[in-house]
């Protein structure tokens, strides 16, 4: 009798653990389908790109690129917060990211040349390019690998690029937090389920940063947080991200002339505000707008930075 007890709490284990296991892959299934539905899959020289359209109104047409971990579906955020209403916009994944395998060279020069043969499939000829944190390298090595495709950057939380290192980041969070729930799609998604609101200052969405964000900054924060999954689709170009800051690979912006647009905030974690004042110094003519606050998601800033990013476009390129 005294093994009864045991055994159902086992028994009820099992179960537990068999629903959650269900769960488990059935949102990572739907989550790997949202994905695909959303993007289309252009071939180019340098292989397939995944890439997500929006807006659809009148302006020029807009290169959005993610960050570290992203893809075409946190490129779309992107352009969703931060562009002016119904501008265009094209979200490709960058290498290594849903939809975009990781080819032999994976360099953010490769990158570049890889975006150019994009826009020639999609015959466009030449486009505006908003790229936060890690897909500032890339935009950077477009406007000056291939100007004449580039009549303006916006350049929003600059992540560092070689010569620069990331010696200077202070990360919210242990490196190994970020390594542990990474590893795998299960520890993400038990945590995003076990303690939702708990995962945003792995992003630099800290307590008291989202304690200034609107509604619409609350729900960009979520969205970003959810789109992480499945995070075994991001590895591959998470594992390259440090192809930015490879010596043999430098970049000096100084020999851009598009026009540049640099947003970023003092108190970001992620990435360090003096790669956007080392990008400003080199590139004539910049503007630079520093937040005293706001983090590396710029919370409690996102209708200026708007504000900002439309009068430059309308100041910078002509509405077709």
């Not at 570049?112 to 499939?121: F, G, H, I, Y």
């Not at 015959?123 to 935009?139: F, H, Q, Y």
């Amino acid at each position: 009798m005294s093994r009864r007890p045991a055994l159902i709490a086992a028994a009820l284990l099992v179960v537990a653990l068999a629903v959650v296991w269900t769960g488990f892959r059935r949102d990572i299934a739907a989550r790997t389908a949202e994905l695909s539905a959303a993007a289309t899959l252009t071939d180019t020289p340098h292989g397939p790109v995944a890439h997500a359209r929006g807006g659809g109104g009148a302006g020029p047409l807009v290169l959005a690129l993610h960050g570290a971990g992203g893809g075409h579906d946190q490129g779309a955020l992107l352009a969703r917060a931060f562009l002016p209403a119904r501008v265009p916009w094209i979200a490709p994944s960058r290498f290594g990211y849903p939809g975009t395998p990781m080819p032999a060279d994976a360099s953010t020069a490769a990158q570049a040349d890889a975006l150019a043969a994009l826009l020639d499939t999609l015959e466009s000829e030449r486009v505006v390019v908003l790229a936060m944190s890690g897909g500032v390298p890339p935009a950077l090595q477009l406007a000056l690998r291939h100007p004449g495709r580039v009549q303006a950057l916006v350049l929003i939380s600059l992540a560092p690029y070689a010569p620069l290192t990331a010696e200077e980041q202070a990360l919210p969070v242990p490196i190994w937090l970020y390594d542990a729930l990474f590893a795998s799609d299960f520890p993400f998604w038990a945590a995003l389920h076990l303690l939702p609101g708990r995962l945003a200052p792995l992003f630099d969405a800290r307590p008291e940063l989202r304690a200034q964000q609107t509604p619409a900054e609350a729900a960009f924060v979520d969205a970003m947080t959810r789109h992480f999954l499945p995070v075994t689709l991001r590895r591959a170009g998470l594992a390259n991200e440090g192809a930015a800051i490879d010596p043999a690979a430098a970049i000096d912006p100084a020999a851009i002339a598009a026009p540049v647009l640099i947003l970023h905030a003092r108190d970001d974690r992620l990435t360090p505000v003096s790669t956007a004042l080392f990008t400003a110094d080199r590139i004539a003519g910049a503007e630079v707008e520093i937040y005293d606050s706001g983090g590396h998601l710029l919370l409690g800033r996102h209708a200026a930075a708007r504000a900002r990013i439309t009068d430059f476009l309308g100041r910078h390129t002509p509405t077709p």
